[in-house]
């Protein structure tokens, strides 16, 4: 059976409380942000089926991470692997992580399980066309090769035979690129309860609240055996496209389902979350990606599409 990849978000860091302290660079969690950890360890029902934890390298995927997934990494002995394909979108200081000789100091005298061995030097360095840019090109880019890394990683662990879920950590406006998922994006809501009666903090850009989890398989792990149903996730190789519909500048092109590494959310995660069982089409997304875009620049937040063209426009393109 293949591995289930369940996404999670990082719980409260300073950088949530208030806009003043997006100046903090690589913040840590609050103690609510590690109460909302201790919560999720009891309340996530899948940490005996977790094989591998993968994370983003900025201290509060990490130390999320470490927190949440306690019963399982320290009953099977595991290692957060720091993926920094993972990071978060914006280049803003509370955005931008620790430079590796920092990170690996702090890892090495707390000795915790954290494998920082892909975290090279640079990869805090958000500048203009580098690979780790705050611009929608550069992001989506990245977050389809974190999708190939842990579809290869899904994989390899098919061909050993070795059983068991998969679980990465990261942010809430980098995980709809991620996910290709733009439902409830550019919602701002006010602080409710969800299923778990975790503290439900809905901050600007992003659908994702501190903590939560959602569930995903891959479309396909190998190219010779494409999906044969038809899903109903933005990311679907079967989903037919409308050729008037153009693809917003800044979205990776799309050939098929193993070329993307497309994931659909399981039935059950949306019914978690109070959606339907239809997930909105990839043409749909389309729409829902510029909605986004503007609901994060109402909001204060970088509007990642303007910085993919000098105009500051959404430059539109065919689907791939």
């Known amino acids: 059976m293949a591995p289930v990849l369940h996404c999670i978000r990082h719980a409260q860091g300073y950088h949530n409380l208030n806009t003043a302290n997006h100046s903090i660079q690589d913040p840590l969690l609050t103690p609510l942000g590690e109460e909302q950890c201790a919560i999720l360890a009891k309340a996530f029902p899948y940490q005996d089926r977790i094989s591998r934890v993968v994370a983003s390298p900025l201290r509060r995927t990490i130390y999320t991470a ?26 803003v200081p509370c955005d931008t992580g620790s430079n590796p000789d920092v990170l690996r100091k702090e890892i ?3 000795k915790l399980p ?17 690979k780790w840019a705050p611009t929608s090109r550069a992001i989506s880019a990245r977050a389809k090769d974190a999708r190939i890394w842990l579809r290869n990683l899904a994989a390899e662990m098919v061909k050993n035979g070795e059983e068991g879920d998969v679980v990465m950590v990261s942010h809430g406006g980098y995980l709809h690129y991620f996910t290709e998922d733009w439902e409830d994006s550019g919602v701002h809501a006010a602080v409710q309860a969800n299923a778990f009666n975790l503290i439900d903090w809905k901050t600007p850009g992003t659908g994702w609240a501190n903590t939560e989890y959602r569930s995903y398989t891959f479309n396909t792990l190998a190219p010779e055996t494409p999906s044969t149903t038809k899903p109903s996730s933005a990311a679907s190789s079967t989903e037919e496209l409308d050729s008037t519909i153009k693809r917003p ?11 993307n590494a497309s994931i659909t959310e ?14 909105p089409s990839r043409v749909e997304q389309y729409a829902l990606f510029q909605k986004a875009m503007q609901g994060w620049e109402d909001q204060g937040l970088q509007n990642a599409s303007k910085l993919s063209d000098k105009e500051g426009s959404l430059i539109t393109e065919s689907p791939a």
């Open 108 to 110: 090495d005298e707390k």
């Open 66 to 91: 470490l927190l949440s997934l306690d019963p399982a990494i320290s009953s099977k002995k595991l290692t957060v692997i720091a993926l920094p394909e993972l990071q978060e979108t914006s280049d």
């Open 249 to 259: 500048a800044g979205l990776a092109g799309y050939e098929d389902d193993y070329e």
């Open 114 to 130: 954290v494998d920082l061995s892909l975290v090279k030097d640079g990869w805090n360095d958000k500048s203009m066309g580098t």
């Open 266 to 279: 399981t039935p059950e995660s949306r019914t978690r979350r109070g959606k339907g069982s239809k997930a």
